[in-house]
């Protein structure tokens, strides 16, 4: 069980906006940095944003992420049918020793 | 170009050691800051990290998964090898390798290149 936790599932119409929530605790996000990761049907992930809000090159501006205490947020913005994926976010947790963690994944349906 | 490829057997007895093998190219592993971590998938279900190997033969561990895991790299062969021993049928799932290093500018490293991974079955 991941020590982040994400919302099973979200969805919203083509154009719209969605938000997906990342929540931790103080030995993982509120401290360290958080990225997150798109995983289409049947592919690798991508790294879609690092440093709490920065994206890659080559990802679009509709991608957006922050961070706020012990939680993230990835925004998506324009929803488009090619953003139906498994999102991702990610961080260091020190609770116990350095090890890298992963949230529980959320599905982004465009209806 | 950053590519990454992860090989090892497709079917693995329970009990038995899997020993994954991922070869890159478009890097080296003696570069100050880079690093490859394992990461696997079970079918349906999240991505769990499992190691991380640096540059400077500094090495990371899933606290749940340490006491099964060994990373080393092959700087020579631009190669990094995961063995994870007393395989299980809960450890079916498809593993990934990934390139993990910080982006200009960046403040932090992140995985920023991933392998096509390579799906593993546990079963007698």
């Known amino acids: 069980q991941s020590v982040l936790t994400q919302p099973p599932s979200v969805s919203a119409a083509p154009g719209q906006k969605v938000t997906i929530s990342c929540s931790g605790s103080s030995s993982n996000i509120g401290n360290n940095y958080v990225s997150w990761y798109q995983q289409l049907p049947g592919t690798a992930p991508k790294l879609l944003i690092y440093?709490?809000?920065k994206r890659p090159s080559g990802i679009p501006d509709r991608f957006s992420g922050s961070k706020s205490g012990t939680s993230a947020t990835l925004g998506i913005t324009g929803l488009q049918t090619g953003d139906e994926a498994d999102y991702y976010c990610g961080t260091w947790d020190s609770s116990l020793s350095a090890n890298y963690v992963f949230g529980t994944g959320t599905k982004v349906t465009v209806l | 170009q950053i590519t990454l490829k992860e090989s090892g057997p497709t079917l693995v007895k329970p009990t038995q050691t899997l020993t994954l093998t991922c070869t890159f190219s478009?890097?080296?592993?003696?570069?100050?800051?880079?690093?490859v971590g394992w990461i696997r998938q079970p079918p349906g279900k999240a991505l769990e990290w499992l190691a991380l190997?640096?540059?400077?033969?500094?090495?990371r561990y899933s606290p749940s998964l340490k006491s099964r895991l060994t990373i080393t790299k092959d700087t020579s062969k631009n190669q990094v090898v995961l063995t994870m021993t007393n395989m299980d049928p809960v450890d079916t799932a498809t593993y990934y390798c990934?390139?993990?290093?910080?982006?200009?500018?960046?403040?932090?490293?992140?995985?920023?290149?991933w392998g096509q991974g390579t799906m593993v079955t546990v079963s007698s």
């Open positions: 990934a390139h993990r290093d910080r982006i200009v500018g960046a403040t932090d490293d992140a995985f920023d290149i």
């Open positions: 478009g890097f080296s592993l003696s570069t100050s800051g880079v690093g």
């Open positions: 190997i640096y540059w400077n033969d500094d090495k």
């Open positions: 440093d709490n809000n």
